[in-house]
């Protein structure tokens, strides 16, 4: 069964305080592995996608990195600004466009 | 280009009511999912749509359904409202790709948008 753990469940950072998010996984086949960024009543936006292991994606102070088992959100020098809830999902190689959603990541950074 | 626009923001029933929920994707894509979010469960998927025909489903009771017109919009339909169906109810439109689905890179990217927050009293 395709299954996705986000760790830590909650964090807090000063600002400039330099961390990273984990998202464990297991799929029969992974097609694609994505980071979205979700503020308090609004939709998530979309981050990243990963495809496969070894592959690094960049954007501002994010940086989203693939193993076969894990992908990590590298935060550097967060602002206040990057306060959100960050998800994770994976989208299996069985033919279904589905994405299979993480609890989250809550991330606050405190100026 | 314009996000995927979700009608009605917001949304007040009672129990045993119905509701009908609206989603307009991004401008060319066709396929749309939609997904509830609630505390406890997180963003739980229920089903999609690929030119007009239901390609997956989630596991929910029949009481939720979906349907999507020629011009891709969606609407998705929950009958006989329960307390339990008070969510965050998102919609995501993807375009597909050439590639086959097994293939690196057919990896299907969504894109959410506002969501509909369905409170049942």
């Known amino acids: 069964e395709d299954q996705v753990t986000q760790s830590p469940e909650a964090l807090r950072l000063q600002e400039g305080e330099s961390s990273s998010l984990n998202c464990s996984y297991t799929?029969?086949?992974?097609?694609?592995l994505f980071w979205y960024r979700q503020d308090p009543g609004k939709g998530p936006e979309f981050l990243f996608t990963?495809?496969?292991a070894g592959e690094e994606k960049e954007k501002e102070r994010l940086k989203a990195t693939l193993t076969k088992k894990e992908s990590f959100l590298h935060i550097t020098a967060p602002k206040p600004e990057d306060s959100a809830t960050y998800l994770c999902a994976v989208q299996a190689r069985t033919g279904a466009n589905n994405l299979f959603f993480g609890t989250g990541t809550r991330l606050t950074v405190i100026p | 280009k314009a996000g995927v626009t979700q009608t009605p923001r917001y949304l007040i029933k009672t129990r045993g009511q119905q509701v009908t929920l609206s989603c307009s994707p991004i401008s060319g894509h066709r396929s749309v999912s939609w997904y509830q979010q609630t505390p406890g469960q997180g963003l739980q998927f229920l089903f999609e749509?690929?030119?007009?025909?239901?390609?997956n489903k989630g596991n929910f009771p029949g009481r939720f359904s979906g349907r999507q017109f020629s011009n891709s919009r969606s609407e998705m339909n929950v009958s006989t409202l329960e307390l339990g169906d008070s969510a965050l109810y998102l919609c995501?439109?993807?375009?597909?790709?050439?590639?086959?689905?097994?293939?690196?890179?057919?990896?299907?990217?969504?894109?959410f948008g506002p969501g509909t927050r369905l409170t049942v009293l």
């Open positions: 990963l495809y496969s």
């Open positions: 799929v029969s086949g992974l097609r694609g």
């Open positions: 749509y690929f030119s007009e025909t239901q390609r």
């Open positions: 995501a439109s993807s375009s597909y790709p050439d590639l086959p689905p097994g293939l690196a890179g057919g990896a299907h990217t969504q894109y």
